[in-house]
């Protein structure tokens, strides 16, 4: 088949051939109302992620590489931040963040173990497990509704004198009260980590200007798994706009090495053998220093590649989110006096995850979930509901002591016991929204 052709020549013929596949065989099945099937989320892609990460995969250079450089600097670029890293998952992306902040090359700003952190329960698990793995103890405060974002008006009352940093997520793309949790953090020289997996593409507007979730705290966390605004199967980042901060991510993403030298080269700095470290001897080879304690947290240059491919959808991927929320919600509407509907907060403009309803007084919510379910519509709950109530809070629970309340959680409880969302990712089609519409509207009756 390559008989007389140039390396480059086979792998243009290749790449032609899985663009051909691609449109070929993918993307071809229909939404029948008979059969119905609608998931709370998808991949959409076409040929082009494909192209690429086959493309990558004949270099076969595995880990991060040019692909890799490519999407962190136009991600970057995209939120308009300074720095931004690859990582695996979007908990790993949680795991560093956090860990960034306990570097003691942050003095007398790093957190220490038994430290407080603000931050919720309701909501996914890692965006705590790094606070409780490390030592450090949560802080959990109640939620408003239909908002789903913490009650600012408990900042104060959560604040104790070990606080070192406030930990949040944008509940499903909505933003939570930035300018009163950024006000906060910074009256009380507080981190700020905004868990920005579900809310890639929001837009918060805050002294005046408008600004993506994610680059208006220290730091901001992505994910790019499947059911996320963009996908490299798994995957996530983290980014900011700190120079020092940078530096840590990246050491600690990194095996916590000191050396800046990207995978293949050596000896950027031009003083790989002539520098003393610690109490190491001199000359030791700083492509083996470490300066944190660190992991090895790095994606794929193949995840990269199909990353790159979904970068250039975004902007259409979040239009559609917000088409789709809009959409559903004005369908709802008719059922308001039975279900709770989301609303988008003050000063935002949200890039909608799933679309959350709350069951008010009557409506029972496995009756509902049950019914829309057995119709081919998929839901999910607000991930753990109540965080504290979960098996692995047992020991936790038993001991009284790794975590703090403040108040009653009663908001928090009410979406353990009352809600749930549907996806409104940018596959679906209005037919598919207005039937997501009509199903849970059928099931109130």
């Known amino acids: 088949m390559f008989d007389n052709m140039s390396e480059q020549q086979a792998r243009k013929k290749i790449l032609d051939m899985v663009d051909v596949y691609c449109k070929t065989y993918h993307n071809k099945k229909t939404f029948d109302e008979l059969n119905p099937k609608i998931s709370y989320a998808k991949r959409v892609y076409d040929s082009s992620e494909m192209v690429n990460l086959v493309d990558s995969a004949l270099e076969f250079w595995l880990t991060s590489g040019r692909y890799t450089e490519k999407f962190e600097q136009k991600f970057a670029e995209f939120l308009g931040v300074k720095f931004c890293a690859l990582v695996n998952s979007g908990s790993s992306a949680n795991l560093l963040a956090f860990m960034t902040l306990t570097s003691p090359l942050l003095e007398q700003r790093a957190i220490k173990r038994g430290d407080e952190v603000i931050t919720l329960a309701a909501g996914f698990p890692t965006t705590i497990t790094p606070i409780i793995q490390f030592g450090a103890v949560p802080v959990f405060v109640d939620v408003n509704i239909p908002q789903y974002n913490i009650d600012v008006s408990m900042l104060e ?12 997520a944008h509940t499903l793309g909505n933003p939570f009260d930035l300018k009163a949790v950024k006000s906060f953090c910074k009256k ?6 905004e868990d920005n997996c579900d809310a890639l593409g929001s837009k918060y507007t805050i002294d005046g200007k408008e600004k993506f979730t994610g ?9 790019f798994y499947p059911p996320h605004h963009m996908t490299m199967g798994e995957g996530g980042a983290v980014y900011t706009s700190e120079p020092l901060l940078a530096k840590i991510i990246r050491s600690m993403r990194d095996w916590g090495r000191d050396c800046i030298c990207k995978s293949g080269m050596d000896n950027m700095c031009h003083h790989r053998f002539d520098k003393q470290y610690g109490e190491l001897p001199f000359g030791y080879d700083h492509k083996y220093v470490y300066s944190n ?4 947290l790095k994606a794929t240059d193949m995840q990269a590649a199909i990353g790159c491919a979904q970068l250039e959808k975004l902007s259409s991927f979040i239009e559609r989110r917000k088409h789709n929320f809009k959409r559903l919600k004005k369908a709802l509407d008719q059922v308001s006096d039975k279900l709770i509907l989301p609303e988008a907060a003050p000063n935002s403009d949200p890039s909608w995850f799933g679309f959350l309803i709350t069951c008010k007084d009557g409506i029972n919510r496995n009756s509902l979930v049950n019914y829309i379910e057995s119709h081919g519509v998929q839901t999910r709950m607000l991930f753990a509901g109540n965080i504290i109530k979960h098996p692995c809070f047992d020991e936790l629970r038993k001991s009284k002591c790794g975590y703090r309340v ?6 928090t409880n009410r979406i353990m016991n009352d809600t749930f969302w549907v996806g409104i990712y940018p596959g679906m089609t209005d ?8 199903t849970i509207i059928y099931g109130l009756k």
Do not use: P
Not at 157 to 168: D, I, N, Q
Not at 431 to 438: E, L, P, R
């Open 406 to 411: 403040v108040g009653d959680l009663k908001n």
């Open 188 to 193: 009380y020289n507080l981190w700020l980590i």
């Open 215 to 223: 680059s208006i705290g220290d730091i901001g966390t992505s994910s």
């Open 157 to 168: 009352e959560a604040l104790s004198s070990k606080t070192k940093a406030v930990m949040l």
């Open 431 to 438: 037919t598919m929204i207005d039937y997501m519409a009509k």
């Open 293 to 296: 304690f660190g992991y090895n």
